[in-house]
């Protein structure tokens, strides 16, 4: 079984910053693609940022620079440094990870964290 547990969020202003953590952990072999999504009320969950074994990362264009992805291969962590927050981010964030599990190390399997809630005060 694998698990991801987020953490870092919480309430911030407006302009200010937070660092997101998940931590996969279980019987894995090996993580991909590690990735981060929000969703806020009343909205479709949207993606924010992959990144790769390699440390090859993508983001969405909403983002116009503001956040960071970054892993820690050892720790199968993946970090989401977000700057200048407005409102707007408000959501609950998730994890996604694609895991090859010591149980069965053929496949890679797609799993998601709890969330983990920011909000921003204007």
């Known amino acids: 079984q694998v698990q991801l547990v987020e953490s870092g969020g919480g309430l911030v202003q407006a302009g200010g910053s937070l660092r997101l953590s998940c931590a996969a952990s279980?019987?894995?072999?090996?993580?991909?693609?590690m990735a981060w999504y929000r969703q806020a009320p009343g909205k479709q969950r949207e993606f924010l940022a992959v990144i790769n074994s390699g440390g090859n990362a993508n983001y969405a264009d909403l983002l116009k620079g503001r956040f960071t992805i970054s892993r820690d291969n050892a720790k199968n962590t993946v970090y989401l440094q977000m700057n200048s927050l407005n409102p707007e981010d408000t959501a609950t964030y998730y994890c996604n990870a694609h895991v090859v599990s010591r149980t069965n190390p053929r496949i890679a399997v797609e799993y998601w964290g709890q969330g983990t809630q920011v909000t921003v005060s204007s």
């Open positions: 279980g019987s894995i072999f090996s993580v991909s693609y």
